[in-house]
């Protein structure tokens, strides 16, 4: 079961720079993230989110493929093409897995204007090797929401808010 991180910085870019962090342990097999979104709160109070992956791109791509497929069959591939592209698009953009927008822009409401906030679904995570891996975050972030155990929630408070 997938458990939920939330991490809270005083800047907009700390949050950027710690997915990249954490997409690069990623690869390294150290920690397996099914969904990780910045949130950011603009000067003037406007929430936005940055998904890692996008869902529309995605669903015009696999759309294309099936449309052009299908095309194929009945002699107009270019046609099925753009309806499966079009269609495939349309999905994405209202496909909603993984983190709850809505949760996510409620959280963020009661952020301070200029600020952001990584939340991350961790599938599995070598935790001693992880916070290990973000040092360089220590005294940048507060941790504000997880459904981590007790002593991981410690173990990671401490390495993040430490000064």
């Given at each position: 079961m997938s458990k939920l991180i939330a991490v809270v910085f005083d800047d907009p870019t700390t949050a950027f720079?710690?997915?990249?962090?954490?997409?690069?342990?990623?690869?390294?097999?150290?920690?397996?993230?099914?969904?990780?979104?910045?949130?950011?709160?603009?000067?003037?109070?406007?929430?936005?989110?940055?998904?890692?992956?996008s869902l529309t791109s995605a669903g015009a791509i696999g759309g294309g493929f099936w449309g052009m497929l299908i095309g194929l069959i009945f002699l107009n591939p270019l046609l099925g093409a753009a309806i499966g592209a079009t269609a495939g698009a349309v999905t994405g953009k209202f496909t909603d897995i993984g983190l709850n927008d809505q949760m996510m822009k409620d959280i963020a409401a009661s952020f301070k204007p200029g600020s952001s906030a990584l939340f991350v679904l961790v599938r599995r995570a070598t935790v001693d090797k992880v916070v290990a891996g973000l040092k360089e975050f220590a005294g940048k972030g507060k941790v504000y929401q997880t459904s981590l155990d007790k002593d991981t929630e410690q173990t990671l408070r401490d390495a993040l808010e430490a000064a």
């Amino acid at each position: 079961m997938s458990k939920l991180i939330a991490v809270v910085f005083d800047d907009p870019t700390t949050a950027f720079e710690m997915r990249t962090s954490l997409m690069k342990m990623q690869k390294e097999y150290l920690i397996d993230l099914e969904d990780s979104v910045v949130v950011t709160k603009t000067e003037s109070g406007k929430t936005k989110l940055d998904q890692a992956t996008s869902l529309t791109s995605a669903g015009a791509i696999g759309g294309g493929f099936w449309g052009m497929l299908i095309g194929l069959i009945f002699l107009n591939p270019l046609l099925g093409a753009a309806i499966g592209a079009t269609a495939g698009a349309v999905t994405g953009k209202f496909t909603d897995i993984g983190l709850n927008d809505q949760m996510m822009k409620d959280i963020a409401a009661s952020f301070k204007p200029g600020s952001s906030a990584l939340f991350v679904l961790v599938r599995r995570a070598t935790v001693d090797k992880v916070v290990a891996g973000l040092k360089e975050f220590a005294g940048k972030g507060k941790v504000y929401q997880t459904s981590l155990d007790k002593d991981t929630e410690q173990t990671l408070r401490d390495a993040l808010e430490a000064a």
